[in-house]
């Protein structure tokens, strides 16, 4: 497998790094790009649902995306060490009937020597928000680097 820099052992830069870059490939809605990060074999936990392997991980997310409309998302580190990342993210999207949501939550990674993500738990939780309440309204796609992150929207 082909290292996808930055690679463990991480710091606080490399870290930071790593967690824009798996914002940058979510916000882009494309499961194609997004399984590239992770291991042939990676062992997911997504709410109630356990993908394991690209293959699975491609499913979930076309699903994800097929029924999370209009999809924004911002992470951030939290913690971090060795070879493991932990972030904490929200993201704001609307279902097919027009209902906006922001859903929140906290993810653990782990990762190989090389940089691929083996390991994701993801906990998360919906609130539904009015549409006048939406925080994230940049363009479909990835978020302008001059964007509030959570920390500076207080979320």
Same mark, same amino acid.
């Given at each position: 497998?082909?290292?996808?820099?930055?690679?463990?052992?991480?710091?606080?830069?490399?870290?930071?790094?790593?967690?824009?870059?798996?914002?940058?490939?979510?916000?882009?809605?494309?499961?194609?790009?997004?399984?590239?990060?992770?291991?042939?074999?990676?062992?997911?936990?997504?709410?109630?649902?356990?993908?394991?392997?690209?293959?699975?991980?491609?499913?979930?997310?076309?699903?994800?995306?097929?029924?999370?409309?209009?999809?924004?998302?911002?992470? &951030?580190? *939290? #913690? $971090? %060490?060795?070879?493991?990342?932990?972030? /904490?993210?929200?993201?704001?999207?609307? =279902?097919? +009937?027009?209902?906006?949501?922001?859903?929140?939550?906290? &993810?653990? *990674? #782990? $990762? %190989?020597?090389?940089?691929?993500?083996? /390991?994701?738990?993801?906990?998360?939780? =919906?609130? +539904?928000?009015?549409?006048?309440?939406?925080?994230?309204?940049?363009?479909?796609?990835?978020?302008?680097?001059?964007?509030?992150?959570?920390?500076?929207?207080?979320?």
């Amino acid at each position: 497998m082909e290292p996808k820099p930055p690679v463990p052992p991480f710091t606080a830069d490399t870290a930071t790094q790593k967690v824009r870059m798996a914002e940058d490939a979510w916000n882009s809605r494309d499961p194609d790009r997004v399984v590239q990060v992770y291991t042939p074999d990676t062992t997911w936990r997504n709410r109630s649902e356990f993908p394991v392997g690209r293959d699975q991980v491609h499913a979930f997310l076309t699903r994800k995306w097929a029924t999370e409309l209009d999809y924004r998302l911002i992470k &951030e580190l *939290w #913690a $971090f %060490t060795d070879n493991r990342i932990a972030v /904490r993210f929200a993201y704001e999207w609307r =279902d097919v +009937s027009g209902r906006w949501f922001r859903s929140y939550g906290n &993810e653990n *990674w #782990a $990762f %190989t020597s090389a940089g691929l993500m083996q /390991r994701r738990f993801a906990s998360i939780n =919906d609130l +539904s928000i009015a549409a006048s309440d939406r925080l994230f309204q940049w363009p479909l796609g990835r978020r302008p680097d001059d964007h509030p992150g959570l920390s500076d929207l207080g979320l």
